[in-house]
């Protein structure tokens, strides 16, 4: 447990990030110069080590820090195809299982946001959180009424360490702003959604809304929230059960228990794209609750993007790899991804890559050519691969800031789950329905 509030103040926090690089660089180095010096096992066996423990170093800090860099250091937990398995295993340990407030500090907040101290509202309220993230921790409590409760409580000083982030992280990417490489736009657009997920208040309505719109979906429970114990700093929603990602795949579930949450992950994904507009965008493993019987729990509704583009008839342009059928429709599709003109070649050779991702998640084969293995690496790869083709040509979108975000993230779970789904069947079982209704 930690007794201390976030460190506050631009030059604090950016001396901890500067320390923390130094550190690390330093560790490398050291690591280099030893390293040719040693052969066969040992050399592999002292890599190993060395990234453990700039691993554990870095994931420590970044929870000392809280806030927006653990939130990157979460996104980053869900890149399989880009880090070391040692690397992966420490930063997932942001998602749940960072320290948390002092339950002293944590009374105190809930106080000051709610009015009353914790034992004076619930008739029981565990002191010690079972889930502590970036921007806030989750505790265990019983109603007045005696219902199971979740209740988030956001840690002291956030939304100052939120500012002071974005100021040096528009700092560090000050040369890419000048290059065009890192728009104003992308780093606002973050801005706006990470800033987002400090109002409570604005994460009950998504509750709300999403539990409206996938109600359904009989195999997914969104938790209910309690208004009267709700603010903006405070979030009391109806306990979910079921097992983070991590520790369900602990347990050694079936490969068809693996494939049938895969679909239903999908259906999921693919229903918000062509029916809501609206995206639950944070896909980290933490924030899905799974059952043996295949049935999910999804929570943490704080980073919602809502749509406000035709993602629905890209994704149909995708499927139909519609570019090939002549300049016009390769037009069309580069005006639905960058709502603007482009150089056509440059925009053309961006297309060659969304169709060779586009391949690998819609295979045009049948039977069991049809069915996509998210075991495999190939999908995360080229996403990677496409990202760094979008940075070098300066085609950033800020619109696909959230919903990259939202793709790497289920790709990745799905990664971690190994589910073989059919993804053209789930797809086309979400959108024949939508045209049927259309025409």
């Not at 104003?184 to 998504?206: H, P």
């Not at 406000?308 to 995708?318: G, H, K, T, Y």
């Not at 056509?344 to 049809?370: I, N, Y």
Request: aromatic share 10%.
């Amino acid at each position: 447990m930690v007794n201390e509030e976030l460190p506050e103040g631009v030059f604090l926090r950016g001396f901890r990030l500067g320390k923390l690089g130094v550190s690390l660089t330093g560790s490398y180095l050291g690591y280099q110069i030893q390293n040719l010096f040693l052969h066969g096992e040992k050399k592999l066996e002292k890599g190993r080590s060395f990234r453990h423990g700039a691993s554990r170093q870095l994931r420590k800090e970044l929870e000392r820090l809280k806030g927006p860099v653990m939130k990157l250091g979460q996104i980053l937990s869900t890149q399989t195809q880009t880090f070391s398995d040692e690397t992966i295993r420490e930063l997932a340990k942001l998602q749940m299982q960072a320290p948390g407030m002092h339950p002293t500090l944590a009374r105190a907040q809930f106080k000051s946001s709610c009015g009353k101290y914790p034992e004076e509202v619930f008739r029981v309220f565990e002191p010690e959180p079972f889930a502590a993230a970036s921007l806030g921790q989750v505790h265990r409590a019983i109603t007045k009424h005696g219902e199971k409760v979740a209740v988030k409580i956001q840690y002291p000083a956030i939304r100052e360490a939120m500012e002071n982030d974005f100021k040096l992280l528009r700092s560090a990417m000050l040369p890419g702003r000048i290059t065009g490489h890192f728009p104003v736009a992308i780093v606002d657009e973050i801005q706006r959604g990470f800033s987002e997920e400090t109002d409570y208040l604005k994460e009950a309505a998504n509750l709300d809304f999403f539990r409206e719109r996938l109600a359904l979906f009989s195999y997914l429970a969104i938790p209910a929230v309690h208004r009267d114990l709700t603010t903006d700093r405070v979030l009391t929603m109806s306990f979910i059960e079921g097992a983070p990602a991590p520790d369900f795949l602990a347990s050694n579930p079936s490969q068809s228990v693996r494939d049938l949450i895969g679909s239903r992950l999908l259906e999921l994904y693919y229903f918000q794209v062509q029916q809501v507009q609206a995206l639950h965008a944070d896909h980290h493993p933490g924030n899905y609750l799974f059952k043996p019987d295949g049935q999910i729990g999804l929570v943490d509704f704080g980073c919602v993007k809502r749509l406000s583009f035709d993602v629905a008839e890209l994704s149909r342009c995708c499927v139909a790899r519609s570019w090939k059928q002549g300049k016009a429709q390769a037009e069309h599709v580069i005006r639905l991804i960058w709502g603007k003109q482009v150089p056509f070649k440059q925009a053309r050779d961006m297309l060659s890559s969304v169709e060779e991702g586009v391949d690998v998640l819609f295979p045009m084969k049948t039977g069991a050519a049809a069915i996509v293995d998210f075991g495999k690496p190939d999908l995360l790869k080229i996403f990677g691969r496409n990202l760094r083709q979008v940075l070098r040509h300066k085609l950033t979108n800020p619109e696909f800031a959230f919903l990259s975000r939202a793709e790497l993230g289920l790709y990745g779970l799905l990664h971690q789950l190994k589910s073989r789904v059919n993804t053209l069947e789930v797809w086309e079982g979400i959108v024949e329905p939508r045209q049927r209704r259309k025409t």
